[in-house]
């Protein structure tokens, strides 16, 4: 295993290997002892204390069984690090809200909104204090706040630089939804920004924290399925309903299918080879007289190549049933995900030829303990506040996947392959260090 990846899994996570040699049993079973050892007992923290020690249990079962990893531990509440949510849409109640009850060292304490009955209304839900709901007006106040030290911004993606701009000013580390703006411009405005108030800024490329992604990138880097030839990957929704939708405006949304859905595509293959696109071609359409797609495109494809040969081919739209899935294909072997970019049932399916009959294909599932990806996001960015280190997906991470977009829109548009310059600093030069596992 690469010193990158060690301590990532713990064997809880993997409940079951039908596959042969997927996860190779090395691997295995030396990740329980590297997550023990990296279990954050007993650091001190600028909460002013410590996370108490993981309460161990005697084995009941044999070592050929898939270990529980033993139970978690968690700040205690009052030493957790206070979250503010700003934009309380869909997936700020839906997904991000309830995924609290998985963290370890976040909580949520206030809340930003233009609704102040539907913000009370979440407050009480959550234990927030009626005084820690704000409005965009007063959003700057949160400075005052110290129950808050991040910002989670939730909002449509034209509006998440100027509410990164002025949580930073405010004093506060940011969390930014996807994609992380509508310009390359912006996404800059907002990396100097945190810079300029030694602030921590983290994309929330969700799927990179999350433990079949992680399982993926380190069968790919430690050459399980040889060498990495293809990528392939689809996601996409049909997308519908209110036609005044902030999605299909161009001016709030910076585009259609391609920076909702299809930066889940080329993020993956980003972080699945660590490398960053040498080419670039792509298409687009829309089907003609569709009153969804006056100002956004449906659906696009794009090429990518990368400078070990890799060859990324994505599709994404807002016109077919919903699909959300990567395979990778390597000399030996190819892995997939199908779902891979959906919240939760991701399954990982492996195929290489049998060690034992060379007249059979073996086709095998890796099943993997499921973990709530906004808990481990959040749980994430915390962490790095305590430790002081650098987000994993940091926003030069974000910043990377606009300047793509706008390629490939590019691309598109010319019908040329645009040429990059190759990046000279090595494997994920974009990222922070790879997250430990706290869940
Ligand atoms: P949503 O429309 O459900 O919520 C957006 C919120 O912003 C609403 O509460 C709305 O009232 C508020 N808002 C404030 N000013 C607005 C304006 N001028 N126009 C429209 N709404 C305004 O959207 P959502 O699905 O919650 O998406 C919010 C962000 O989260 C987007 O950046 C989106 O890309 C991202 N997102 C990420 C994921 C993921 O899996 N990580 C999933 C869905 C959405």
């Not at 978690?72 to 997936?91: C, H, K, Q, S, Y």
């Not at 909002?155 to 930014?176: D, Q």
């Not at 259609?256 to 859905?261: E, H, I, K, R, T």
């Not at 009959?357 to 959040?378: H, Y």
Request: proline share 6%; with cysteine; aromatic share 6%.
């Amino acid at each position: 295993m690469s010193e990158l990846f060690k301590g990532e899994f713990s064997r809880r996570q993997i409940l079951t290997t039908a596959g042969l040699g997927a996860i190779s049993a090395a691997a295995l079973g030396s990740m329980n002892e590297e997550v023990a050892a990296q279990q954050p007992t007993g650091q001190a923290t600028p909460h002013g204390g410590s996370l108490p020690p993981q309460i161990k249990f005697a084995p009941i079962s044999e070592k050929t069984e898939v270990d529980t990893g033993g139970p978690p531990t968690a700040l205690p509440p009052e030493r957790r690090l206070g979250f503010a949510i700003v934009g309380l849409g869909r997936l700020a109640l839906e997904e991000i809200m309830p995924a609290f009850a998985e963290c370890k060292l976040a909580k949520p304490t206030a809340l930003v909104s233009g609704d102040a009955a539907k913000a009370n209304q979440v407050a009480q839900q959550y234990g927030i204090k009626p005084q820690n709901v704000y409005n965009y007006q007063n959003y700057d106040n949160l400075r005052n706040n110290s129950d808050v030290d991040v910002i989670y911004i939730v909002l449509p993606n034209s509006m998440h630089r100027e509410y990164t701009v002025r949580g930073a000013k405010a004093g506060k580390h940011i969390l930014c939804e996807k994609p992380m703006a509508t310009t390359v411009e912006d996404c800059q405005q907002m990396i100097d920004a945190c810079k300029q108030s030694d602030r921590k800024l983290m994309i929330a490329y969700r799927c990179q924290y999350e433990p079949h992604h992680r399982a993926m990138i380190q069968m790919i880097r430690s050459k399980e399925l040889g060498t990495l030839k293809v990528i392939q990957a689809d996601n996409g929704q049909n997308q519908g309903g209110d036609l005044n939708q902030w999605r299909l405006k161009r001016a709030l949304a910076g585009g259609g299918s391609l920076p909702d859905v299809g930066i889940y595509c080329l993020n993956a293959t980003r972080y699945l080879t660590g490398e960053e696109p040498i080419a670039i071609s792509a298409q687009t359409f829309s089907t003609p007289g569709d009153p969804r797609f006056k100002e956004v495109e449906e659906s696009v494809t794009f090429q990518l190549r990368f400078p070990s040969g890799v060859l990324g081919i994505c599709s994404t739209s807002y016109g077919f049933h919903e699909g959300r899935r990567f395979r990778v294909f390597g000399s030996d072997a190819w892995g997939q995900l199908d779902p891979a970019f959906s919240y939760n049932g991701l399954r990982m399916m492996i195929s290489r030829k049998s060690p034992t009959n060379s007249m059979a294909e073996n086709i095998s599932e890796v099943r993997i303990g499921e973990k709530n990806q906004f808990a481990l996001e959040m749980d994430h960015i915390a962490d790095c506040v305590i430790q002081n280190k650098q987000p994993h997906t940091p926003g030069e991470e974000g910043l990377q996947d606009q300047k793509l977009i706008t390629l490939i829109y590019e691309a598109a548009q010319t019908g040329k392959t645009i040429s990059l310059p190759r990046v000279s600093s090595g494997l994920d030069a974009t990222r922070g260090p790879a997250p430990r596992m706290l869940h």
